[in-house]
């Protein structure tokens, strides 16, 4: 095969692989924070692309509704901890995930509604005009994809690390009763952690929107994806799920390039399997050897 068609597999597995960085980046912010795989990550995804598009259409610019979009999908965020989550209270972790999962289902349903069911698509950022590089061709919007996704990974990485917040929030999750003692309200970090996830999926949604059409049910699969970068980087750092999501998306697009492209989404599924697997297996050796 040709240098060109490895690069462009490369470029195509970077660009893909970042979008799952940034929606695995949203399930390890709540997970780390309040133990809760937050499956209604991939519909903050789906809503930042969706709502774009609709302001977009009632005249505001671009610039504008990209940033509208991130505002609001936070607001949605913030609602869904303070209607579903927060009155669970002390509920199992298993019965918090389940009304994720519920919330899913409700806002995916909501969306079908309101936007139906036909696939709409965003104008690029900067047009459309291909760049050639090695003899490979690369969208502009490709480029806004990686960028966007370094800075949103460098900038959480300083807020969880540099910040009163982000000590705030890993004090939280460390030891909720000692973290109270100080002064820190556990369920105002869990606000804040769903809050920073619905952010960072709205970018995520705002920004691939431009390369693939945007639905009502695009966070079905991209949630799916984002959940196996966010496991693949054990839910515990940026950088984690950043590598995990940029393995993901490279082993997709050479699989696609150089096996069969019927065999994408297989590679999450077998990429999740590898990983429950591995954890599995170290907790059973942990086991023994207590």
């Known amino acids: 095969m040709a240098t060109w068609q490895l690069v ?60 509208l979009a991130v505002v609001l999908v936070t607001l949605v965020g913030i ?3 303070l209607v579903a989550i927060r009155p669970a209270g002390r509920a199992s972790t298993i019965t918090l995930i389940i009304i994720t999962i519920g919330g899913a289902l409700f806002i995916r349903a909501v969306a079908g509604l309101y936007w139906g069911r036909d696939a709409v698509a965003l104008p690029p950022f900067t047009g459309d005009e291909s760049l050639s590089f090695l003899g490979a061709y690369i969208l502009p919007q490709s480029l806004w994809v990686i960028g966007i996704t370094a800075v949103l990974m460098v900038g959480v990485y300083l807020l969880l690390n540099r910040t009163l917040v982000g000590k705030a929030l890993k004090a939280a999750a460390i030891n909720r009763r000692a973290a109270a003692l100080v002064g820190i309200d556990a369920r105002m970090m869990s606000l804040v952690s769903f809050a920073l996830a619905a952010a960072t999926g709205a970018v995520a949604g705002v920004v691939i929107a431009p390369l693939s059409y945007a639905s009502y049910d695009m966070g079905i699969m991209l949630g799916l994806k984002g959940f196996v970068a966010a496991a693949m980087g054990g839910f515990t750092g940026v950088w984690g799920v950043f590598l995990g999501g940029l393995g993901l998306g490279l082993a997709e697009s050479l699989a696609a390039g150089y096996i069969s492209s019927s065999y994408k989404n297989a590679i999450a599924l077998i990429f999740l399997f590898a990983v429950l697997l591995i954890r599995s297996r170290r907790l059973m050796v942990g086991e023994e050897g207590a």
């Open 8 to 67: 462009q597999y490369l470029v195509t597995g970077i660009t893909v692989g970042s979008i799952y960085a940034i929606v695995g980046l949203g399930f390890t912010i709540i997970y780390s924070v309040t133990g809760i795989i937050n499956f209604a990550q991939g519909e903050f995804v789906m809503l930042g692309g969706m709502i774009a598009f609709s302001l977009i259409g009632l005249g505001f610019p671009m610039p504008v509704a990209l940033i």
């Open 79 to 81: 609602i869904f901890n």
